[in-house]
């Protein structure tokens, strides 16, 4: 790990002094720009709450712009989602989500999801199966227009949230699945969300874990047998990467903890989730499980961190 401290506080509680623990160069483009200003993506752990956070100047309109400029590789589909394997572990993802969900809350035919980031609609179907009306806000237009034809109903606003034609207290059911931590203000915008959210509704995110990406960074870059687990898992990295840097926020369990309750949500149930099949993955899955259960809930090895909160 490096050890340069750095003065730019926490996006999440405002601490300073932290250590810069991760870097990497260039950063990744997306249409030959790079997603921070910089082109290097270096990271912060906070000392207080965790939370990593970027080592950049960038800006809200810096990835606004940039958003503005995506072409998806596809027409119908990104490249992620045409890798079929991928797209088949994402959707039972997707579906564990909604069933974690109707838990706390049994759909009624008729009742209103708003997904945040609805990408190609994919969850937005699986909640139309127990009778819930998809409706979405999604910054590329392609997808928006796909997940708008794939449900067949509802409305798909292409755009900042701030401009939705929602009415308020129309949701019942309100999702941002690995979408806040893109955003430079996450806290902003989940305030906003919190508008739409019906009086006795329920918010589900998953953003990516801080605890699991510290660990891939040490895995594939700083322990001895780093450079052979290139080469043997290479599938684990983007690019040859070993960070996601496009990432703005990437989350401990108190940190976002934190996030959810500064926006006015209350918790109801936090946990981890993300682990692929197979048995390395059952192996890290049961790994994570008991780093859970020993830190008292504090520790969170897997790629994602599920929430689900009520309106408080």
Known sequence: ??????????????TGGNPIVASERPCRCWNNKP??????YTLICCKKCGNLYVDSDVTEEYLDNLMAEVVPEFSEKTAYERNEEMEFVRNRELEMNWNMMTKFRKPLRGEKLLDFGSAWGAFGNIAKRDGIIPNGVELQLVAARSSLKL????????????????KKNEFQYITAFETLEHLFNPIRVLRELKTFLSKDGILAISVPSADYFIFKYWFYRKQPAGALMRKILPGNMLEGMALIHNHINTFSIKSASLMIEKSGFRIIHIGSIGWRGGRIGKICENIGGLLWSTSRHHIAFAPSILIIADNG
């Open 1 to 14: 790990m490096l050890h340069k401290m750095s003065t730019r506080p926490c996006t999440m509680c405002g």
């Open 35 to 40: 997603w921070m200003p910089e082109d290097h």
């Open 151 to 166: 449900w067949g109903e509802g409305i798909v606003h292409c755009g900042p949230i701030e401009n939705a034609p929602f």
